[in-house]
């Protein structure tokens, strides 16, 4: 099936598989280290602050990054280098605009949501150690963006998680061989200074890329079509936060790490979804913008089938040993097993239809895709927030599943639609 694909995105592929992976071990590791050295309580804190300021760079960063690619329609040359600095000056500009006010937002509020929850006094100090992400993920998402746009993918995919989250569990490693810290704070603030160095690096690059940043001054693009392509992402970490919100409220601090670290196993199979889906979209955007839109649907179905079969034999050791996986982390990870498999079965859906919502955003069809997404979440939300206080974190991955059953389905039914009505106009 791998070799019905184009080549260079196959090479794409591969290489956005290959750190995407490299970036979820050090994330696993990374968990793996708090858990062991710290406990389930604390992973649960870091995880919920993380979680948090991760949902306000989203907002902040307000789908620039997916309207760069789209705007540019293909590879950067030396033709296009002027539209593509107007667009990444512009688009940085407004980014850093809401980053400051939400950064601002998160501060204030972190005393609140700590009360709020019920949660350790110890959230509030992990919501301020690990705000500064508020102002730095968007920018390194927006340049990685323009880096893949430039064909510079091997960089862009380094930079976006892998390095700083390898920084980190390095770190932390190198502290726990010498003896280990004692601050439960110190994974949050090797986080923070990762983040920011990737953020250096990642702006330092894209200059060298473009020549500079000639539309900062430029006046302000079109925010709704961002927002609009942002918004599925937007909603599906929004849900994310507002589970993890509800384990730490009923269950507490320790729940949401065991039940985090169940997530996490499962991102190992999301790893494959995210980066087909971000590697794959310049080739959308290209068959798109072409008016091929049954290439669109015929190239998310063959990577969906690519995925699913790298996936399984992870997936099927994970569904069948759960147990094994979780007492990596502790014994008391292992009250997580039921939740693992639903979480497990949530990501082997997504990643077998493909990347359905790049697809729908790529032939322009944005209200769709997020009025799928509001659906899906609405409804994920629902049965989550009621099955949690009843049955725990099994609860919440009930709603996990319950989003990609429906998201899935409908997008392709949807998808498919659309594809026989352009065959039909062009008939």
């Not at 750190?19 to 995880?47: D, E, P, T, V």
Request: aromatic content about 10%.
């Amino acid at each position: 099936m791998m070799s019905a694909i184009d080549p260079k995105l196959r090479v794409d592929l591969g290489i956005g598989f290959a750190l995407k992976a490299f970036g979820a071990i050090a994330s696993f590791a990374l968990s793996w280290l708090i858990a062991r050295q710290f406990g389930a309580s604390s992973l649960g804190l870091f995880q919920l602050a993380l979680v948090s300021a991760g949902l306000a760079s989203i907002i902040a960063l307000s789908g620039f990054d997916i309207v760069l690619i789209r705007e540019l329609g293909g590879a950067i040359s030396d033709r296009t280098k002027g539209v593509a600095a107007q667009l990444y000056g512009r688009s940085l500009r407004n980014i850093l605009i809401f980053a400051v006010c939400l950064f601002a937002g998160l501060v204030l509020a972190a005393p609140f949501l700590t009360q709020t929850l019920g949660a350790e006094p110890e959230l509030t100090t992990f919501i301020y150690v690990l705000s500064p992400l508020v102002l730095v993920l968007p920018v390194i998402r927006l340049s990685c963006a323009l880096l893949r746009t430039g064909r510079r993918v091997l960089l862009s995919q380094s930079l976006d998680g892998v390095a700083y989250t390898g920084f980190t569990a390095l770190c932390l490693l190198a502290l726990v061989a010498f003896g280990g810290p004692n601050d439960a704070f110190t994974p949050a603030y090797l986080y923070a200074g990762g983040v920011v160095l990737v953020g250096l690096l990642a702006i330092s690059a894209s200059r060298q890329l473009i020549g500079g940043f000639a539309g900062f001054r430029s006046p302000t693009p079109a925010q709704f079509a961002g927002v609009v392509v942002a918004a599925p992402y937007l909603l599906a970490t929004a849900n994310e936060w507002l589970l993890l919100s509800l384990v730490t409220f009923f269950e507490g601090a320790a729940s949401t790490g065991i039940y985090r670290v169940s997530f996490q196993i499962a991102g190992l199979i999301m790893l494959i979804n995210s980066s087909f889906a971000t590697m794959t979209s310049p080739w959308l955007s290209k068959a798109a913008s072409d008016g091929r839109f049954r290439e669109v649907a015929t190239l998310t179905h063959k990577v969906g089938l690519v995925g699913i079969g790298l996936a399984l034999p992870f997936a099927a050791l994970v569904i069948w040993k759960p147990d094994f996986v979780l007492a990596l982390f502790g014994e008391e990870f292992t009250q997580g097993a039921a939740a693992l498999q639903l979480l497990i079965v949530a990501q082997l859906i997504h990643l077998g239809f493909g990347p359905l919502g790049a697809a729908l955003i790529m032939i322009g069809k944005h209200r769709v895709a997020l009025s799928i997404e509001i659906f899906a979440t609405l409804m994920g939300i629902c049965i989550g927030a009621y099955a949690i206080s009843r049955l725990g974190i099994v609860g919440a991955a009930m709603g996990i599943l319950t989003i990609a059953i429906l998201r899935n389905v409908v997008s392709t039914i949807l998808l498919q639609k659309f594809v026989r009505a352009n065959e039909a106009a062009h008939a």
